[in-house]
């Protein structure tokens, strides 16, 4: 398993809407479309008239060795501006088309 962390762009409750806080999502997944299945799974739950409930972010932070573990979210959803590491791999997802391109 893989630990990721996903990002939504801003967040409906906050004034701001897309350009406010973050929604951010640790997962555990075995790969990374799996990780933004799970997290898109709990967007579409939240509220979503000011963002879009899609994943914008993802990064992947290491592999979680602990035996026996099913996919799922860790932590979440927590709601601060994101900055990502240029030591971690990473994508974004365009927003004309939705396909997803590694940055790092």
Known sequence: MQIYIIVRWGN???????NGEDTIYIIRAPNMAEAI???????????????????????ELGQDVQPGLEPG??????????????????????????EWEKVR
Do not use: M
């Open 73 to 98: 979210v860790i932590v979440g959803p927590y709601f601060n501006f994101f900055h990502t590491s240029d030591a971690l791999r990473s994508w974004v997802r365009h927003y004309s088309d939705g």
């Open 12 to 18: 409906d409750a906050s004034i701001d809407g897309a």
């Open 37 to 59: 299945e799970i997290a898109e799974c709990e967007l579409i739950n939240q509220p979503h008239k000011r963002c879009e409930p899609i994943a914008n972010v993802c990064i």
